[in-house]
């Protein structure tokens, strides 16, 4: 049985790269399927394999290890809900601002302790969809990058609209005559 993933979703992972956000793959499932699809997917450094780490050896670091390794590390495999929300914790205490998906009651303390929870609105559990800050009603992650960068250019817009500072240097306006 083959699943790939959709090609939306690649492109997707490039463009995020591009333009600076570290997406890192974190998951239930086995080791192997984890790295098979963070592999398709693009989530590669485009050197040497893929940094990874398992539910079993995160278990043996300290939070110390962990603030340490998350730079390098790309795909977390066969981790706890519990393992999730300590990624999620560690991230937010290197300084990142963090964003979650997730479809599962597992998902759900990870998705309310990240700085934006995203649950699936079609596959997505009522606990899932509570816990998040954020619905994604086609289950697609190329529509989160979509709405990074419309973000992205509306506070780019805003940022200009409040820094602009209209003078007149003394000169009184008035409105045009009616003559």
Same mark, same amino acid.
């Not at 590669?44 to 730079?71: F, I, S, V, Y």
């Given at each position: 049985m083959l699943d790939p993933p959709r090609p939306e979703?690649?492109? +997707?992972?490039?463009?995020?790269?591009?333009?600076g956000i570290r997406v890192k793959r974190i998951t239930g499932d086995h080791l192997d399927t984890a790295l098979a699809i963070a592999t398709q997917i693009g989530l590669g450094r485009g050197h040497g394999p893929l940094?990874?780490?398992?539910?079993? +050896?995160l278990a043996l670091l300290t939070p110390a290890e962990l603030a340490h390794q998350l730079d390098q590390l790309v795909v977390f495999a066969g981790v706890a809900p519990a393992q999730k929300l300590e990624l999620v914790q560690a991230l937010q205490t290197n300084g990142e601002i963090v964003a979650m998906t997730g479809d599962g009651v597992n998902d759900a303390p990870a998705l309310q302790q990240a700085d934006i929870g995203i649950a699936m609105g079609r596959v997505g559990t009522e606990v899932a969809r509570e816990a998040a800050n954020m619905l994604l009603t086609d289950d697609n992650f190329a529509t989160i990058e979509a709405a990074v960068e419309e973000g992205r250019a509306v506070d780019l817009s805003l940022g200009k609209a409040l820094a602009f500072e209209p003078r007149c240097d003394g000169l009184m306006l008035q409105p045009p005559s009616t003559d």
């Amino acid at each position: 049985m083959l699943d790939p993933p959709r090609p939306e979703v690649i492109a +997707a992972v490039a463009a995020c790269r591009a333009a600076g956000i570290r997406v890192k793959r974190i998951t239930g499932d086995h080791l192997d399927t984890a790295l098979a699809i963070a592999t398709q997917i693009g989530l590669g450094r485009g050197h040497g394999p893929l940094e990874c780490l398992d539910g079993l +050896a995160l278990a043996l670091l300290t939070p110390a290890e962990l603030a340490h390794q998350l730079d390098q590390l790309v795909v977390f495999a066969g981790v706890a809900p519990a393992q999730k929300l300590e990624l999620v914790q560690a991230l937010q205490t290197n300084g990142e601002i963090v964003a979650m998906t997730g479809d599962g009651v597992n998902d759900a303390p990870a998705l309310q302790q990240a700085d934006i929870g995203i649950a699936m609105g079609r596959v997505g559990t009522e606990v899932a969809r509570e816990a998040a800050n954020m619905l994604l009603t086609d289950d697609n992650f190329a529509t989160i990058e979509a709405a990074v960068e419309e973000g992205r250019a509306v506070d780019l817009s805003l940022g200009k609209a409040l820094a602009f500072e209209p003078r007149c240097d003394g000169l009184m306006l008035q409105p045009p005559s009616t003559d």
